[in-house]
């Protein structure tokens, strides 16, 4: 096996028991176009990579469901019971704030893309189902707008900063001299790939 030589060329141990295998597919792939299991490495369908669940085929419904599991757990004990001890509304939507929303967004420029309109839909349902039970804002917009807003501040840290880890991953910038429409950056598009 590649890895587990490579492993032992660098000096490093490669423990089977918190090793696992994913491979990423088109939906509806026939599993037995798939390569066999490596001996002594679990094959999964997802994997949790710095806090997000991505599933094999980069489906994004797992770590939505985890995330509003997490969510409920967070908003029914704490914020209910802080609405009976008569905490101020401000309060309460700067908690729900910190603690709820910042779990939906979290790392939300990496798997947005992966997710689909029934995941969208259920962010937006979980917030407006805390609206209606006023543990937070009115003004809290969509969730794809929030979404778009961390989207934007990331290229903008990405693109601002000639140090930042991304910033090489950056195409080349456009040299031409037309005076053409204004465009929210100034670098070249990709070609896009057929198939």
Known sequence: MHVEQWSQNNNLRLNHSKTLKI??????????????PVPGIQRVDSIKILG?????????????????VSCFQSLHPALQTLR????????????????????????????????NASDIERLDAFIRRAKKFNLCSVDIPRIDVIFDK??????KAVTSDNYHVL???????????????PRAHPFTLPRKLSG
Request: glycine share 2%.
């Open 150 to 155: 961390a989207d934007d501040n990331f290229f």
């Open 84 to 115: 009976v001890h008569t905490m101020p509304d401000p309060l309460v939507h700067s908690i729900f704030h910190s603690k709820v929303l910042s779990k939906l967004t979290y790392c939300s420029p990496s798997w947005r893309g992966f997710s």
């Open 23 to 36: 491979i990423f597919r088109k939906p509806r792939t026939n599993s037995s176009s798939l390569p066999p």
């Open 167 to 181: 910033h090489s991953l950056l195409p080349p910038k456009v040299t031409h001299s037309y005076a053409l429409q």
């Open 52 to 68: 997000v669940t991505i599933g094999s085929t980069l489906c994004i419904s797992e770590h939505i469901d985890s995330v509003l």
